[in-house]
């Protein structure tokens, strides 16, 4: 057996498979660092409940027509956090989905607000050697455009792991997990929460 089935007025979402049944009411913001998975796990776990995957970094590009990078080089950090607010208060109240942010957006108190007003906070974790495999040889990401990108990316780590902190759930990465295994840590997380996810 196996159907989908969305009451829109609810924004409530349904997911049977094989006798599984879950009812996400509330979306799932995935936030950590750079590199800790949130885009990947994000749209593992969307398609595991059949619910949109949202990717606010994604939403900017779309409305800026350009990359992030970019839109730091030629705005500043200061008017992309402003869209990045924007960008963010808009997804929670069109849908309910899992929603990836960027690495920088649960720092702003105004954003943990709204989400913690409208949805649920996930701290994707992972250490900073697992980060740095990760994003060692990518050049899109503009905060660690330095001399010294490890130690730029430990500072930040430094700065931003009290802050992650306060997310409602956090989940360990590691680097023997594939996707599908930080998907389903996270998904076990979730069923603590009977606010957020509940089994029908």
């Not at 109240?93 to 957006?105: K, M, N, Q």
């Not at 720092?107 to 992972?126: E, H, S």
Request: net charge neutral; with cysteine; hydrophobic share 45%.
């Amino acid at each position: 057996m196996k159907f989908h089935a969305i009451e829109c007025n609810n924004f409530v979402i349904k997911r049977v498979t094989a006798g599984l049944s879950y009812v996400l009411k509330k979306t799932v913001v995935l936030v950590g660092m750079m590199g800790a998975g949130k885009t990947a796990v994000g749209k593992a776990l969307a398609e595991r409940l059949s619910v949109p995957f949202l990717d606010s970094d994604d939403e900017i590009v779309k409305a800026a027509n350009m990359s992030i990078a970019e839109v730091f080089e030629r705005d500043g950090e200061a008017f992309f956090r402003a869209r990045e607010t924007e960008v963010i208060t808009r997804l929670l109240e069109e849908e309910v989905g899992i929603l990836s942010t960027g690495g920088g957006a649960f720092l702003a108190a105004q954003n943990r607000a709204v989400i913690a007003d409208k949805g649920v906070a996930v701290w994707l974790k992972a250490d900073l050697g697992l980060l740095w495999a990760r994003v060692r040889h990518k050049n899109t990401r503009p905060l660690l455009r330095t001399a010294n990108p490890r130690e730029t990316l430990r500072e930040l780590c430094e700065a931003r792991e009290p802050l992650y902190a306060k997310a409602d759930l956090a989940v360990q990465g590691r680097a023997e997990y594939s996707i599908n295994d930080m998907a389903s840590a996270v998904l076990e997380a979730l069923k603590s929460r009977p606010d957020v996810l509940e089994a029908d």
